[in-house]
Antibody, heavy 114, light 109 residues
C-alpha cells in the first residue's frame, strides 16, 4: 500500500524558512517523479513543484521560483520542500504526491503569520 | 497558463446522475491523448485520483464514475450518485504546466 507521510509544518513568521519532509513507502520511490501541491484554507488545489525520479529535473510554479527548492533522497525514500522567504500567501496545507498526483499524503499545514 | 473552469456547486438527488463539467481555455489534447484528470476530495481528507487521461478509471474506483471529453470540454459522470459521493471534484490538466480547476462541490438535493 502506498503511504506518503508529510511532516515539518507549523507556524512561521513572514520572511523565515521552513522545510517539509515526506516519507514514502509501499512503492519503489526511486522509480517515480514526485510533487508538492498546496491548498490554502477553503480554497482549491495549486501545484507547487515537481521533481523527476532521479532528482535531475525540477519544475516550479512562478510564484515560488527562487524561494522554494524541491529535492529528494532516494536512499531514504524521502521528498523535501525547502521554503525560504515565506509570505502570508504561502499559508496552506501542503500535500506530497506520487507520480502525476496518483497518490496523496494526508497533508501538513503551514501558517505564515507574525 | 491553461485556465480550467468548473461550476462551483452541483445539487443532485440520491440515485440520480451527476454530470460535472470542466472547460479549458485551450486544448489539453495531443493527438488522441487527452491530458485531463479528475480528483475527489471529501471534507477533511486529501484528494484522490478518480480518472486519468479523461476516461481511464483509477485503481479501486467504482464503475459508477466515468469520464469523457476531448479538446477543451470534459465531463465527469457519477451514476448513480450515493451519499458517500458528497465531495469536491477537481479537474486538472497536464498539457502545459499543471493547473487545477476551482472545483465543483457536489451536494444532495
Amino acid at each position: 500500500e502506498v503511504q506518503l507521510v508529510e511532516s515539518g509544518g507549523g507556524l512561521v513568521q513572514p520572511g523565515r524558512s521552513m522545510k517539509l519532509s515526506c516519507a514514502a513507502s509501499g512503492f519503489t520511490f526511486s522509480n517515480y517523479g514526485m510533487a508538492w501541491v498546496r491548498q490554502a484554507p477553503t480554497k482549491g488545489l495549486e501545484w507547487v513543484a515537481t521533481i523527476s525520479y532521479d532528482g535531475s529535473s525540477t519544475y516550479y510554479r512562478d510564484s515560488v521560483k527562487g524561494r522554494f527548492t524541491i529535492s529528494r533522497d532516494n536512499a531514504k525514500s524521502t521528498l523535501y520542500l525547502q521554503m525560504n522567504s515565506l509570505r502570508s500567501e504561502d499559508t496552506a496545507t501542503y500535500y506530497c504526491t506520487m507520480g502525476l498526483f496518483d497518490y496523496w499524503g494526508q497533508g501538513v499545514m503551514v501558517t505564515v503569520s507574525s | 497558463d491553461i485556465v480550467l473552469t468548473q461550476s462551483p456547486v452541483l445539487a443532485v438527488s440520491l440515485g440520480q446522475r451527476a454530470t460535472i463539467s470542466c472547460r479549458a481555455s485551450q486544448s489539453v489534447s495531443i493527438s488522441s491523448i487527452n491530458l485531463m484528470h479528475w480528483y475527489q476530495q471529501k471534507p477533511g481528507q486529501q484528494p484522490k485520483l478518480l480518472i486519468y487521461r479523461a476516461s481511464n478509471l483509477a485503481s479501486g474506483i467504482p464503475a459508477r464514475f466515468s469520464g469523457s471529453g476531448s479538446g477543451t470540454d470534459f465531463t465527469l459522470t457519477i451514476d448513480p450518485v450515493q451519499a458517500d459521493d458528497i465531495a469536491a471534484y477537481y479537474c486538472q490538466q497536464s498539457r502545459e504546466s499543471l493547473t487545477f480547476g476551482s472545483g465543483t462541490k457536489l451536494e444532495i438535493k
